[in-house]
């Protein structure tokens, strides 16, 4: 696969600027996982695609980018936001794994018991279920 070199100066830069990443699993599937809280990240598609590449990136079935609750955290009962990003570079409503991973983050990083995430396809409720497990209340099954 062929990258513009407008991308190869991006990524370069990105690199240069030292974008700290978690990479996680959980169940098999893999995730680079990006906090966009205090600094925040908006990837191209074409950067997403890069990133996601098993080869020439870091490698992963999806990136996550966290960021600030929607409507600010006073307004919100949720913890944070999170994007997450097929490696073809759309973005999804929602991942269970990938929120079980994210979930345990936030849990740890609150000190609490649970958790509530925003995301594309509403809001996902974690909660801890064992030594590192997280349980997530993916909501009712919606169909196209």
Not at 41 to 61: L, N
Not at 70 to 79: I, M, T
Not at 99 to 117: H, K, P, Y
Request: glycine share 12%.
């Amino acid at each position: 696969m062929a990258y513009s070199t407008l991308f190869l100066e991006k990524i370069t830069k990105i690199v240069k600027q030292g974008r700290p990443f978690i990479k996680m699993h959980g169940l098999r599937n893999d995730f680079v996982i990006v906090d966009g809280r205090d600094q925040p990240y908006r990837p191209t598609a074409e950067e997403i695609v890069r990133i996601c590449d098993r080869r020439a990136g870091v490698g992963g079935d999806e990136l996550l980018v966290i960021e600030p609750p929607a409507g600010g955290p006073k307004s919100s009962d949720a913890y944070a936001l999170v994007r997450i990003y097929n490696p073809d570079g759309r973005e999804v409503e929602a991942c269970g794994n990938a929120t079980r991973c994210v979930g345990w983050l936030f849990l740890q990083e609150s000190g609490r018991d649970a958790v509530v995430i925003d995301t594309l396809g509403g809001k996902l409720a974690c909660r801890r279920a064992g030594e590192k497990l997280v349980a997530v209340d993916m909501g009712k099954l919606r169909t196209a």
